[in-house]
């Protein structure tokens, strides 16, 4: 089931923070610490109170799940085991395409919100359907030159990644595999400094 909340437009700068997470089957190993590690990320933003903040999950493995779409911060549920299960391949390109279209879809007052969306894998793409590597090329293109977006990559072989889709270096870094909490601290302070940024 897709959780979903409506918004009311408002003067206050809205932040959607999307968190795309690889439900693959080699995060299997590390379920309990991919868990714990979102799980206090979520508890760190929800302490943050600069804005008016809404979350989209989107989990992919073989396929795309989207788990949370546009729920204010406050009420986003924790991570349960029974909502997190690894296994099959990695639809990464796919995972990319449908988080930013969610958002998109998703928009009240343009002028008044910001988007930061934060990929998280410890792969790479292998069985995406639907999305190329040059159609990710030209989102991410697309929507930065909006100005009030941001892509921000966790994962493998980062230098790459970065490089073949034209995101900035200093927007990815490598996946902690053997200790994933350090990704997720990561990612909670630049989501953090993202949030309180002016525009």
């Given at each position: 089931?897709?959780?979903k909340?409506?918004?009311k437009?408002s003067?206050t700068?809205?932040?959607?923070?999307?968190i795309?997470?690889?439900?693959?089957?080699?995060m299997r190993?590390?379920?309990?610490?991919?868990?714990g590690?979102?799980?206090?990320?979520?508890?760190?933003?929800?302490?943050l109170k600069?804005?008016t903040?809404?979350?989209?999950?989107?989990?992919?493995?073989t396929?795309?799940?989207?788990?949370y779409?546009?729920?204010?911060?406050?009420?986003v549920?924790?991570?349960?085991?029974?909502?997190?299960?690894?296994?099959?391949?990695?639809a990464?390109?796919?995972?990319?395409?449908?988080g930013?279209?969610?958002?998109?879809?998703?928009?009240?007052?343009?002028?008044?919100?910001?988007?930061?969306?934060?990929?998280?894998?410890?792969?790479?793409?292998?069985?995406?359907k639907?999305?190329?590597?040059?159609?990710?090329?030209?989102?991410i293109?697309?929507?930065?030159?909006?100005?009030n977006?941001a892509?921000?990559?966790?994962?493998?072989?980062?230098?790459?990644?970065?490089?073949?889709?034209?995101?900035?270096?200093?927007?990815?870094i490598?996946?902690?595999?053997?200790?994933?909490?350090?990704?997720?601290?990561?990612?909670?302070?630049?989501?953090?400094?993202?949030?309180?940024?002016k525009?």
């Open positions: 089931m897709i959780h909340y409506h918004n437009t003067t700068m809205k932040t959607k923070i999307i795309l997470l690889d439900e693959s089957l080699s190993k590390k379920r309990n610490e991919v868990i590690g979102f799980n206090a990320f979520l508890r760190e933003q929800k302490r600069c804005d903040s809404v979350l989209y999950l989107v989990k992919f493995n396929n795309v799940n989207i788990v779409s546009g729920i204010n911060v406050a009420d549920p924790e991570l349960k085991h029974s909502m997190y299960s690894p296994c099959g391949r990695t990464l390109f796919d995972a990319i395409s449908e930013i279209h969610i958002a998109e879809e998703d928009t009240d007052d343009i002028e008044n919100e910001k988007v930061i969306c934060v990929i998280i894998t410890d792969g790479e793409e292998n069985c995406s639907d999305t190329t590597k040059e159609q990710i090329r030209r989102f293109a697309q929507y930065e030159a909006k100005g977006w892509f921000v990559y966790i994962g493998k072989n980062p230098e790459r990644w970065t490089k073949e889709v034209g995101m900035a270096s200093a927007h990815g490598s996946y902690n595999y053997n200790e994933p909490k350090h990704s997720f601290k990561y990612i909670s302070n630049t989501v953090t400094k993202y949030r309180v940024s525009f």
